[in-house]
């Protein structure tokens, strides 16, 4: 390397140092300073608790890596996320707290929000985001996941036959990706089987990749790669965007088809809903998808409770005729197995670790979190709080959710909550009862040698070898 590119390397790390010290000192503006920030530590310049944090997730030993930390700091403290100050909050006193304050929005990471857009229902605020989240709620609650049941069920039929029956072996987690990618494109988007669901699927799979990467772009990184994958994506959300606003015009279509055309004809800017759609896409099929793959981890180690899974789909499958879908009323006998679904989200959450933003001073537990700091909130914390989910709490024990209604607020949040709670949830339960019920009905399992179930969770959870699964015909 040549001197002036020295320099030149010199001189960008220098501005970059600058700036993440500058943000540690002027974040909070000028507002009055009436409290002390949380106790805590910014660790080391620009690394932070960062690494450190992160080979937890990868680890799997978050827990332990949280209890020393509110063991020394408390359950209200500061440390230094991804370049920035930030305030970690845990229990449930900061759950309710973060779930009810405007001022601490959601936020991507800046890697995520490159990839998928800025305008996203997770990114905006107050009116503009109630507006965009009306858009989407005809589509998602439980009025419309009754309508959705028999395309879903064709689906999972569909994928199971095609990917799972006549084999010996099945990597979970990835075949799950692709079932509830179809169904998001079949039942939300009504996206038929061709060529831009092939592609959205490739790029989808790219871009999930690399949500939490480092935001470096470059040609042979693995963000590089994610952003190209974007463009060749949004190039493909455009062309479904100009498709439906042509048949709308022709009136060949109605704003209650789908949630593309229902954006368009509520005057979403382009942009916005490619954005939207984008966020969609990544986000609620990788989600569900993990909540499947672990829901049938923990039912192998738990032979007591397949068993009782088994009865309960198996009791239901025999009042269907030869070849007839599942109904809405199905659904609703499946008591014990969403139990075991809320047992899994509760030891492995899909998303472990939310963060925030603040966009105005807040204070909480005697603390001042100045404007502009990142929020974060652990899941696992209340999740296994031995006075609510009694010890061993990292026992799976689906008779928790037997009364579900008996569990406090803000104790069991894989969701989220307040005015943010994922709009999804429903939609995920009926996807994730149908998928269950095809699959414990049509097969047997055991992990396949070699296969030990562990996994690390960061950025999402992901079991190793995709948990690679022994199968054969239930009949």
Same mark, same amino acid.
């Given at each position: #390397? ?13 501005? /970059?140092?600058? $700036? ?19 106790? =805590? ?29 509110? $063991? ?11 370049? @920035? ?18 001022? *601490? ?29 009306? #858009? ?13 049941? $028999? ?14 029956? =006549?084999? $010996? ?5 990835? %075949? ?11 039942? !939300? ?8 669901? @092939? ?9 999930? %990749? ?30 479904? !965007? ?7 015009? @022709? ?10 055309? &229902? *954006? ?69 006998? #499946? ?33 001042? /979190? ?8 652990? *899941? ?7 006075? !609510? ?28 909550? =307040? ?17 269950? &019920? ?27 070898? =995709? ?9």
């Amino acid at each position: #390397m040549d001197a002036s590119a020295s320099w030149l390397m010199l001189a960008a790390a220098v501005t /970059i140092l600058a $700036a993440v010290i500058t943000s540690f000192f002027s974040a909070g503006g000028t507002a009055e300073k009436t409290k002390p920030v949380p106790p =805590g530590s910014f660790g080391l310049p620009v690394i932070g608790q960062t690494l450190s944090y992160l080979r937890a997730l990868r680890s799997n030993t978050v827990d332990d890596w949280l209890r020393r930390w509110v $063991a020394a700091y408390g359950p209200v403290s500061r440390l230094s996320f991804f370049g @920035r100050p930030a305030a970690i909050l845990v229990g449930a006193a900061g759950n309710k707290f973060i779930f009810s304050t405007e001022a *601490m929005p959601p936020k991507n990471s800046a890697s995520l929000s490159r990839m998928i857009g800025e305008r996203t229902i997770r990114d905006v605020v107050g009116d503009e985001h109630r507006r965009v989240r009306a #858009m989407m709620m005809p589509f998602l609650l439980p009025d419309a996941c009754k309508r959705y049941v $028999a395309a879903m069920d064709a689906e999972v039929r569909r994928h199971l036959d095609a990917e799972w029956r =006549g084999r $010996a072996t099945v990597a979970v987690m990835p %075949s799950m990706k692709d079932l509830t990618f179809d169904i998001m494109c079949t039942v !939300i988007f009504c996206l038929g089987r061709g060529a831009v669901r @092939r592609e959205l699927s490739t790029e989808f799979q790219q871009l999930a %990749s690399g949500a939490s990467t480092v935001p470096l772009n470059l040609p042979f990184s693995k963000f590089g790669k994610c952003l190209a994958a974007s463009r060749r994506g949004r190039r493909a959300v455009t062309g479904v !965007i100009q498709e439906r606003q042509a048949k709308l015009e @022709r009136g060949q279509s109605s704003p209650a088809d789908d949630v593309v055309t &229902h *954006m368009i004809a509520e005057g979403l800017p382009d942009e916005e809903i490619i954005d939207n759609v984008m966020f969609l896409m990544l986000a609620a099929h990788d989600t569900t998808a993990a909540l499947i793959t672990f829901l049938i981890r923990h039912l192998d180690a738990n032979r007591d409770s397949y068993d009782k899974v088994v009865q309960e789909q198996e009791e239901i499958a025999r009042c269907k005729e030869p070849g007839e879908a599942l109904s809405w009323e199905d659904l609703g006998k #499946m008591r014990y197995t969403w139990a075991a679904a809320l047992e899994t989200l509760r030891l492995v959450p899909p998303v472990p670790t939310m963060l925030r933003k603040t966009t105005d001073n807040v204070e909480f537990g005697g603390y001042r /979190i100045p404007k502009g700091w990142q929020v974060v909130q652990p *899941m696992s914390t209340t999740h296994h709080d031995p006075a !609510i989910f009694p010890e061993p709490a990292n026992r799976f024990d689906p008779t928790r959710f037997e009364n579900s209604s008996a569990i406090p607020p803000f104790y069991f949040i894989p969701f989220g909550g =307040g005015a943010r709670v994922c709009p999804g949830n429903d939609f995920a339960r009926v996807e994730t009862l149908v998928t269950v &019920h095809y699959i414990v009905t049509g097969f047997k399992w055991k992990l396949a040698a070699g296969c030990d179930g562990s996994y690390a969770r960061f950025p999402l959870p992901y079991p190793s070898q =995709g948990l690679l699964i022994d199968i054969e015909p239930r009949y």
